[in-house]
């Protein structure tokens, strides 16, 4: 087109810049931009969210921030492209910066702004923008609603959870029951699995993520023969499982004990649906035959694995070689624990337990001061709690709440009395 005189104009510029992005390809796009400025070919919003967003795909939050703040062209599109790239870098700083600083917002800004703190896990940040997006003139969409509810499930703020269904009901925003997999999966994450139960019997959509969702909540509470029952259900219904679904009844298996199921459910992954099993499949399926005493074939599966087996796997291994004082497997599962992660102390200390059954104290003993000479230390607990819709975590030994000594004066006088 160059070579023959013929100057692009804003569509065949923009579909250039976007398509240097699906590249990756940093350099190329600093040269149609560079070919842009020297052309004089005028940039209209539509050419500068694009270079804004190509730049964000290319790696360069800085660049596409340089030429945000250079550019002349800025409406609403270009501010919401350069909010999205600044959380897609994980710089929330710059997005909330950025949301606070618009001219003018609409309900993508909104949607940018509660998804981006979503992701990374500050959920309380997340709800106070969409109270805050309420009383404003825009009305939460389904994008907003699935973000906010995500947000719950992942920090169990049942709660807050509870209140946006009741928005949700109040409003009549899920008549469709597009809402209905991210209410299951929120009750379910939250503890409270009947109400997950009766959501799903109660929706109008039984698809593939409604399906997903009750049988992995299922599972989550422990209650594989009930989760078993679902997908048979779902085949009936003539609905494809896929990867995710898989997950779920595989470790329904394992929960309920269930081991020919399960080899047969492994086996119809590729066979039956098409799917090829991944690294959480074969995890399962250890984790299963662990269970069930199979040692040798769970060590063969794990051998005869496509990929590498990682951390999780082996552990659920050595668990079951504990469980069943299998020394010999045990040892080559925590030799290779100790490869993958040496500061990990975990795997001495499972492997010192199974010496100690085996009466080897001398081998035991020896693990256990190995551990104390090298400083290893496990990673510590995690546990938390919903207090008034803010969700407060407690670490073992972790004296850094607000209100520590309140609480252990609490927890004193409930010993006193307990006593």
Known sequence: ??????????????????????????????????????????????????????YGECGSLTDAYRF??????????????MIHQSLEHNNLELGKQLFDSMPERDVASWNSMIRGFANVGQYEEALSLFHDMEISVFRPNTLTLLSTLSACASHGALEAGAWIHYYVNDNDLNRDGSLDSSLIDMYSKCGVIAKAIQIFEESPRRDLFTWTSIICGLVMHGHGKKALCYFSEMNESQVSPDEVTM????????HAGFIEQGRRYFQSMENVFGL????????????????????KE??????????EANEIIWGSFLSACRVYNNVELGEVAARRLLELDPRDPWGRVMLSNIYAEEAKYDRSRGLRKEIKEKGLKKSPGCSSIEVNGSVHGFLVEDNSHPCYNEINSMLEKIEKLMN
């Open 276 to 295: 090829v099993p991944k690294i959480e499949h074969y995890g399962c399926m250890v984790d299963l035959l662990g269970r069930m005493g199979c040692l």
């Open 247 to 254: 997950v779920g009844v595989l470790s329904a298996c394992a």
């Open 68 to 81: 945000f703040r250079e550019t002349a062209m800025k409406n609403t599109v270009v501010w919401n492209t």
């Open 1 to 54: 087109m160059r070579r023959v005189g013929v100057m692009p104009d804003m569509v065949a510029v923009a579909t250039v810049v976007s398509a240097s992005g699906l590249l990756g390809d940093l350099g190329v796009a600093k040269t149609i931009h560079c070919f842009i400025e020297k052309s004089g070919v005028e940039v209209d919003a539509f050419v500068s969210s694009t270079l804004i967003n190509t």
């Open 298 to 307: 769970a060590y063969d599966l794990i051998m005869g694995m496509p990929m």
